[in-house]
């Protein structure tokens, strides 16, 4: 039995949803309706169960219900593990997102120690082919998937960059105001690239354990320029001595924000980049399995899978053998169509939800 999973999801002033409820199972969940009926806006509330903005990367505010601008909420009752957790998280009329848990005003890190919670949307069928921001922030929801840590690193980092890049721009050259940020910088990175390091060894592993109508990809962690410092020292050391290039430049021209990651699909030896639609969209949904996998044995339970579109680039086959694959990882896997035949050969293997519309409420009809 999947071991982590949501038994309960409420919804409040959230998005279109202004009041929803679901009951639901522990396996995988088809979600159907007509375009503009909310089906993201659930996979985006579930989405919130683990650190970080969502799926959508959307402010507090942007989630709130028009026009009311109440405020929203999202309450689950998370299964995880061998324990029970009631999870609420909401904002009050514009604030930050906070959230709870069994009650208890908690972090989003701490989010990250109860559930595991990974996700592909349409906007990231052009991962491949699109500059290196998007592909390193894939990695590193990835990467945050086994360690929860990895948020506060990676905001530490950012923070201390944006202070050291005005200095540059400003033209400072006082060393004195450049070595702290300088030291932050250098905590933080080592940490974030010894965290993406171990994301994209897990990946390969589960990879080669895998028995799937999907394609392996060989992944490597690339810099934009040079390589990157190995060790908190040798990082600190390189931002010092690149000052005078940076200051040329008005940026931070080294450390973990230049870093990419590269995918070759295996079987072919061609770059992700060069592949079909087809099969770029069959190479994500590969590495999204293998982090189900990797987690499955790390954290103790399969992720809850978040499938926005999932069926789109796929073919017949290649839909049916995914099914087959969420079903043999025992993960609870959102998916969402247009139609429910989509998702014909899960048919007694997934519960399914109608999403609509009655008088501004909300419904969510589920079978199996």
Not at 137 to 158: N, V
Not at 231 to 247: F, I, M, N, V, Y
């Amino acid at each position: 039995m999947t071991a982590l999973a949501l038994s309960e999801l409420t919804l409040s002033h959230f998005r279109s949803h202004k009041a929803a409820c679901l009951s639901l199972e522990a396996g995988p969940i088809a979600i159907h309706g007509a375009n503009g009926a909310g089906k993201t806006n659930i996979l985006e509330a579930v989405s919130l169960m683990s650190p970080g903005r969502g799926l959508r990367r959307a402010s507090a505010e942007a989630m709130v219900r028009r026009p009311e601008a109440l405020g929203w909420k999202v309450s689950a009752v998370l299964r995880s593990l061998h324990q029970m957790h009631e999870v609420e998280t909401f904002s009050e009329e514009g604030t930050s997102r906070q959230v709870r848990i069994d009650g208890k005003a908690a972090t989003q890190v701490a989010l990250g120690r109860i559930a595991r919670v990974l996700w592909l949307i349409p906007s990231m069928d052009r991962l491949w082919i699109e500059g290196a921001d998007g592909r390193r922030r894939f990695l590193d929801r990835m990467t945050l998937s086994f360690e929860p840590t990895h948020a506060e690193a990676t905001l530490t980092y950012e923070k201390a960059m944006r202070e050291r890049n005005r200095l540059l721009k400003d033209q400072v050259r006082d060393a004195a105001w450049y070595g702290a940020l300088e030291a932050q910088m250098a905590k933080a990175g080592t940490a974030i690239h010894a965290n993406r390091q171990m994301c994209v060894a897990q990946l390969i592993e589960a990879q080669k354990e895998a028995e799937t109508a999907f394609p392996t990809a060989t992944l490597a962690l690339t810099q934009s320029e040079g390589e990157m410092p190995e060790g908190e020292d040798a990082l600190l050391a390189a931002l010092q001595e690149s000052r005078s290039r940076d200051l040329m430049a008005g940026r931070t021209l080294i450390g973990p924000h230049r870093a990419d990651l590269e995918a070759v699909y295996a079987a072919k030896q061609v770059a992700a980049k060069d592949c079909s639609t087809g099969e770029q969209k069959a190479l994500l949904v590969s590495l999204i399995l293998a982090n189900g996998r990797a987690l499955a044995t790390s954290f103790g339970a399969p992720p809850v899978l978040l499938l926005d579109e999932v069926a789109a680039h796929l073919d017949a086959n290649r839909r049916a053998a995914l099914y087959d694959e969420i079903i043999a990882l025992g993960a609870q896997a959102w998916m969402t169509g247009t139609e429910p035949e989509l998702f014909d050969t899960l048919q007694g293997r997934a519960m399914f939800v109608e999403v609509g519309e009655d008088d501004g409420i909300s419904y969510l009809k589920g079978t199996t």
